[in-house]
């Protein structure tokens, strides 16, 4: 469970990256005023243009509501631990993911009139170059972010004692019930996948885009993901991934992109979980 310290540094970067962002929307704004021409934010193979400033109060909710949610747990700020994950904790998680990601669509399709499939790049798969990218990031995603969870673990050992893996990793290493183990495996392969490349690469991403520009947004919204997880030792590997996942968005222009290479990594992840030992 979240502790105090982990909480006051988590809504720190909140409170960062909001102000940032918000400076960054007006600054875009300012430079497209007094340079009509630009268009930044048109490039790549990600289509932001149908996003409008609706969205981007929609955007600014979530973010805020999530702000608002970052709290040390009561018993982890008593005892100094964390109550871990159960069985029902982790049902309710997963059901949460897909009601947001369905809110999300029918927001989408009912309220904005646009066309998910069209708006994420679904409609017209090259599953020749999709699949080519998938596998030489797959690559580049298990080296980099590993190569940087080690840098992680060696640069804050002496300053961040508490180093340990997320709850969810404690509990399926410790567990040796199969119905909480594969369930977790469908949280992480199936379900995580599907709603949060759908929230941060679909929405997040596309939104900043629209108003600022690919690489800001890259940076933000990946930020922003990195600080959903709600792990301090996990911030620096999980926004790296999330830069990637965008830049292979960007390559194909399709969500499928960083859906399958969320699903590869938490496979080898889950993997690796088999094969360590607890609290490794």
């Given at each position: 469970m979240l502790d105090a310290p982990s909480a006051g540094i988590l809504l720190d970067l909140s409170i960062f990256v909001s102000?940032?962002?918000?400076?960054?929307?007006?600054?875009?704004?300012?430079?497209?005023?007094?340079?009509?021409?630009?268009?930044?934010?048109?490039?790549?193979q990600v289509l932001s243009r149908p996003y409008a400033v609706v969205d981007l109060i929609v955007l600014a909710m979530l973010g805020l509501f999530f702000i608002l949610a970052i709290k040390p747990h009561a018993t982890a700020t008593a005892a100094g631990g964390g109550g871990g994950v159960t069985l029902g904790g982790l049902v309710f998680g997963m059901a949460f993911h897909l009601i947001?990601?369905?809110?999300?669509?029918?927001?989408?399709?009912?309220?904005?009139?646009?066309n998910p499939a069209e708006l994420f790049g679904l409609q017209h798969i090259h599953w020749r170059s999709l699949g080519i990218v998938v596998l030489v990031f797959t690559v580049i995603v298990i080296i980099t972010v590993n190569l940087l969870s080690a840098a992680t673990v060696e640069l804050l050992k002496?300053?961040?004692?508490?180093?340990?893996p997320q709850e969810t990793v404690k509990a399926f290493q410790a567990s040796d019930g199969f119905l909480f183990k594969f369930l977790v495996?469908?949280?992480?392969?199936?379900?995580?996948p599907l709603?949060?490349?759908?929230?941060?690469?679909?929405?997040?991403?596309?939104?900043?885009?629209?108003?600022?520009?690919?690489?800001?947004?890259?940076?933000?919204?990946?930020?922003?993901?990195?600080?959903?997880?709600?792990?301090?030792?996990?911030?620096?590997?999980?926004?790296?991934?999330?830069?990637?996942?965008c830049i292979a968005y960007e390559i194909t222009g399709c969500l499928l992109a960083p859906m399958l290479l969320h699903a590869v990594f938490n496979s080898v992840s889950i993997l690796g979980m088999l094969f360590l030992q607890p609290g490794s």
């Amino acid at each position: 469970m979240l502790d105090a310290p982990s909480a006051g540094i988590l809504l720190d970067l909140s409170i960062f990256v909001s102000i940032a962002t918000a400076l960054a929307l007006f600054g875009y704004r300012l430079l497209r005023h007094y340079r009509p021409q630009a268009a930044w934010n048109h490039e790549g193979q990600v289509l932001s243009r149908p996003y409008a400033v609706v969205d981007l109060i929609v955007l600014a909710m979530l973010g805020l509501f999530f702000i608002l949610a970052i709290k040390p747990h009561a018993t982890a700020t008593a005892a100094g631990g964390g109550g871990g994950v159960t069985l029902g904790g982790l049902v309710f998680g997963m059901a949460f993911h897909l009601i947001a990601c369905a809110g999300l669509l029918i927001y989408l399709h009912r309220v904005r009139g646009l066309n998910p499939a069209e708006l994420f790049g679904l409609q017209h798969i090259h599953w020749r170059s999709l699949g080519i990218v998938v596998l030489v990031f797959t690559v580049i995603v298990i080296i980099t972010v590993n190569l940087l969870s080690a840098a992680t673990v060696e640069l804050l050992k002496d300053v961040w004692p508490d180093l340990q893996p997320q709850e969810t990793v404690k509990a399926f290493q410790a567990s040796d019930g199969f119905l909480f183990k594969f369930l977790v495996v469908v949280a992480a392969v199936i379900v995580a996948p599907l709603a949060e490349e759908t929230l941060f690469r679909g929405f997040v991403y596309g939104v900043l885009k629209r108003y600022t520009d690919a690489p800001f947004a890259a940076l933000s919204s990946a930020l922003m993901f990195a600080i959903v997880h709600v792990h301090v030792g996990s911030i620096l590997p999980l926004f790296m991934l999330a830069v990637l996942f965008c830049i292979a968005y960007e390559i194909t222009g399709c969500l499928l992109a960083p859906m399958l290479l969320h699903a590869v990594f938490n496979s080898v992840s889950i993997l690796g979980m088999l094969f360590l030992q607890p609290g490794s």
